[in-house]
């Protein structure tokens, strides 16, 4: 987050009690993200494997608040630590936190300042998840989740947000999470689609959303959380906190238009909810990071450059060949890079002045080396999360019992079934017919005795099975992936 004033004793005494509770209610409303996330995830991807992806966001939300608790919270933001790559482990097991204001967060309590921040770090690996979309394994990814926090998400924060991380020194501008989120999670996806290979079918299939109900749902959700996420980061209940989730709307809103009307005009002039919903994402992920720094007007240029840029970046799976199953890469790696840049040139000083923020600004305040530092950003945390993601995911192939993807039969039955032994949809297998037609027994009746399948009297013979399977005999409706 951004640094509002510097204090270096323990005074609790500027305490405010409504910036507390703005935190407060911030750090809930990014907590609903985690099923949002997964909602949206369930929809984009095929019926068999809905209750996992929702399943996986939880638990990511978590194995990771316990690594928080445990030594997350100090590696990441660490304010007594001198190191410029990571912090110490003063804060370990959330010690000495209590009641003692962060220097980044002068007005609430430090613990305060903790939970919410480790919203952030709970969403930040089941983004990444996305890109092992329908192909991995439960147990393997839980334990992902951890380490992945520990090496890939806590440095790129501490190196963002810590008083001493070297982009904070340098002069980076992140606001709300544009590298430490976006970029890691976009390009830690990637790393996963590579290492774990396509799924079966990719390329010769249509990899078609399930439930587009879903999609809406959890896009719902996210945008409502992104007011928390956002407005939030000012740490503060004030008019930046304001103007924050004021360009945060506006972006989400320019970027599902953008999209959408993209889609219109290249698929068949027809509109989807799909791409809508894909739109405002992108929209929200670009104005992350300058979300305190911009103007309303601006947002209107973020929300449209990210909606096209992260449209197009969706194509770049079938032209080099990579399975990113849910275009987490294209989304939020490809945006988080936009909303950096972008940042670099519209960021304002006089936005950052409403509540005593100091810095030069972007290209409009005539700060031409500040695109030079987010790009350094954008490359440092891509680079770091891409790598070291990539060797996190080959090593754990390596351990007996970590192997990452599910085996063949489980992926072709789902993981819902292979990984949890359950269910998203409840259906019964025929509906019961008049005297004369054909019916079978549900599986409700046959559980009360009679063998499933069974056919009725006087039901005419037939050859073929009636038992219906849904997941492969209902043809998804013809509107483009994406």
């Not at 300042?113 to 991995?136: N, S």
């Not at 774990?196 to 299939?205: A, D, M, N, Y």
């Not at 999609?215 to 008019?239: D, E, H, P």
Request: aromatic residues 12%; glycine residues 12%; hydrophobic residues 45%.
């Amino acid at each position: 987050m951004v640094t509002l004033l510097q204090r270096s004793d323990n005074d609790t005494s500027q305490i405010n009690s409504g910036d507390t509770a703005w935190i407060l209610v911030s750090s809930a409303l990014v907590f609903i993200m985690a099923p949002g996330v997964g909602y949206f995830y369930s929809g984009m991807a095929r019926s068999k494997n809905a209750v996992s992806l929702v399943f996986l966001c939880m638990i990511a939300m978590a194995i990771v608040s316990i690594q928080w608790m445990i030594w997350g919270y100090s590696l990441a933001l660490s304010d007594t630590s001198n190191n410029a790559f990571i912090g110490d482990l003063n804060y370990g097991l959330l010690l000495y936190v209590g009641d003692k204001p962060h220097v980044n967060a002068p007005t609430i309590p430090g613990d305060v300042y903790a939970l919410f921040q480790c919203m952030f770090a709970a969403l930040t690996p089941a983004l990444a998840l996305g890109g092992a979309a329908e192909r991995i394994r439960i147990l393997p990814a839980v334990l992902f989740c951890f380490v992945w926090t520990t090496i890939v998400y806590d440095p790129i924060a501490y190196w963002s947000w810590a008083p001493k991380g070297w982009m904070n020194v340098m002069g980076s501008l992140d606001y709300a999470g544009g590298t430490p989120v976006h970029i890691a999670s976009g390009f830690g996806a990637l790393a996963f689609s590579l290492v774990l290979g396509k799924r079966q079918g990719f390329g010769s299939e249509k990899f078609a959303p399930h439930n587009y109900l879903n999609i809406i749902l959890g896009t719902s959700l996210l945008w409502f959380g992104w007011f928390g996420f956002n407005g939030g980061s000012a740490v503060a209940s004030n008019g930046r906190a304001g103007l924050a989730a004021t360009v945060t709307h506006i972006a989400a809103c320019m970027g599902g238009l953008s999209w959408s009307f993209i889609a219109y005009f290249r698929h068949g002039k027809k509109f989807s909810s799909f791409h809508f919903c894909s739109g405002a994402i992108s929209g929200l992920v670009a104005i992350t990071p300058a979300s305190g720094f911009v103007r309303p007007w601006a947002a209107l240029v973020f929300g449209l450059v990210s909606g096209i840029a992260c449209h197009f970046a969706v194509d770049f799976k079938e032209k080099f060949g990579f399975d990113d199953a849910l275009d987490v890469f294209a989304v939020h790696g490809v945006g988080g890079v936009v909303g950096n840049l972008l940042t670099g040139i519209f960021a304002s000083k006089e936005v950052a002045a409403l509540n005593g923020v100091i810095i030069k600004g972007g290209w409009i305040d005539r700060n031409w080396v500040q695109f030079g530092y987010q790009l350094a950003a954008s490359c440092s945390g891509a680079g770091w999360s891409f790598i070291i993601t990539g060797i996190i995911l080959i090593i754990f192939n390596f351990i007996p019992g970590l192997h990452l993807r599910i085996h063949e039969e489980g992926e072709i039955s789902g993981t819902d079934m292979a990984e949890m032994g359950e269910h998203g949809y409840k259906f019964a297998t025929m509906e019961p017919l008049p005297v004369g037609r054909e019916r079978t027994l549900s599986a409700e009746e046959s559980g009360r005795g009679v063998p499933h399948g069974t056919i009725f009297a006087n039901s005419p013979p037939s050859n073929k099975s009636t038992v219906t399977n849904t997941e492969s005999s209902e043809k998804p409706a013809d509107i483009p992936r994406l």
